[in-house]
């Protein structure tokens, strides 16, 4: 999945990065999660199904951005060449026309 949408609540990365561990992955392993200035990884399996999900924050945080791809455990060898393909060519946006409106 894809998504875009403003900042309402005022989160902070890191409340936001807690907020999608408890909610979204409570219960998993998490194997990769890195966290950056305006961005973060979180990544790893919970029974059968892996996940990888990645989140910016744009436009001074107004804007949350994030894609995620989640398929069978078993399916990863096939899966995690897309999503390393998709890592490697993403960039968040910068609001509907790109100056962060």
Do not use: K
């Not at 949408?5 to 992955?25: D, K, M, P, S, V």
């Not at 399996?45 to 910016?56: A, K, L, M, Q």
């Not at 060898?77 to 509907?96: K, L, T």
Request: charged share 25%; with cysteine.
């Amino acid at each position: 999945g894809v998504a875009t949408f403003e900042n309402e609540g005022g989160w902070t990365l890191e409340e936001y990065r807690q907020h999608l561990l408890a909610t979204n992955y409570d219960g998993a392993a998490i194997e990769f999660a890195p966290s950056r200035r305006s961005w973060f990884i979180i990544s790893g399996t919970r029974g059968n199904t892996h996940f990888y999900e990645r989140v910016s924050f744009t436009c001074e945080g107004r804007f949350i951005n994030s894609w995620a791809l989640i398929y069978p455990v078993a399916e990863r060898a096939f899966y995690d060449r897309i999503v390393e393909a998709v890592a490697r060519s993403y960039s968040p946006g910068e609001g509907r026309t790109g100056r962060c409106d």
